[in-house]
């Protein structure tokens, strides 16, 4: 009390000394030190991984904007819906993008698709010499760095018996992966293949800038009537983004043997699906299954899909589940 009042004669009476205030010892370095270990190891991995030796096998441009990068790396291994983070120096020297793995793990390349939505995306294009009419060289081709695979949720498809796929707009190109890969085991042993069943939905405002993956279905429609079974993959495509002359030409062609946007014997969907319905025809076509939900599409759409997942599994242990994957964009 005295020292409080007399503060003015600090240091000169001897019982008010000048206070000497000391704060804690530093601790952040403790709770820095271990993460930053982490990030600088990450980088490190990467770069090493940037410097294997990465080997275009082939360029492919498909329609509206979209061209097919095949590849093949020493020692790469991938599982289904997979990503991988792309660098082309040739464009930028720091820049990585991540693309989604389009082909399947049993075939001897890997491949992306990558649309034109931006500078990096359309110099890519340019330094691969797509915009050339001349057939390019190997040997001209830019350098590209790989760092992945990275694990998604697709990757338990193979987990269930019954699988529902839901793909919106570029959101469809882990199924591409998926497909191709159900296709294959299908061939060499379909008695140890567990999925027995896929439901496939897809939701684009327009086929066109996908018909990549239109030509996919096309084949998989085609080989399964082939093996004599075609119901093993039952897909729905819509069109969201349709207008009045669409329609009419929906309405005009819809009696023929196939769709006239897509040429698949699937009829093309116009507007949303209602997935209320779907959801209860699906329970009542496996009504003591477990089934997959995998989702590659917006955050709302997602909010949707989990709720119905749990609205329509059973109570009962020996009911239909419905198990929620998704991965956003």
Partial sequence: EICKNNYTRWGQDPLCPIPQFNGNE??????????MALYVIERLIRFWRSQQKVVITKVVTHPFKTYELQMKMKGFKMEVGQYVFVQCPAVSSLEWHPFTLTSAPEEDFFSIHIRIVGDWTEGLFKALGCDKTETQEAWQLPKISIDGPFGTASEDVFDYEVAMLVG???????????????????LNNVSTLRLKKIYFYWLCRET???EWFADLLQSLETQMQ???NP????????LTGWDE???????LHHDQEKDVITGLKQKTLYGRPNWENEFKNIS?????????V????PESLAETLSKLCIGNSSVDPRGIHFIFNKENF
């Fill in 26 to 35: 530093p601790v952040t370095w403790k709770w820095v030190v271990a993460p």
């Fill in 168 to 186: 919106a707009g570029i959101g469809v190109t882990p199924f591409a992966s998926v497909l191709k890969s159900v296709w294959y085991k299908y």
């Fill in 208 to 210: 066109q800038a996908f």
């Fill in 226 to 228: 082939e093996k004599n």
């Fill in 231 to 238: 119901d093993f993959l039952s897909y729905n495509i819509y």
């Fill in 245 to 251: 002359s669409q329609a009419t030409a929906f309405s």
């Fill in 284 to 292: 009542s076509a496996h009504s003591s299954s477990r089934v997959g």
């Fill in 294 to 297: 995998f989702l590659c599409g």
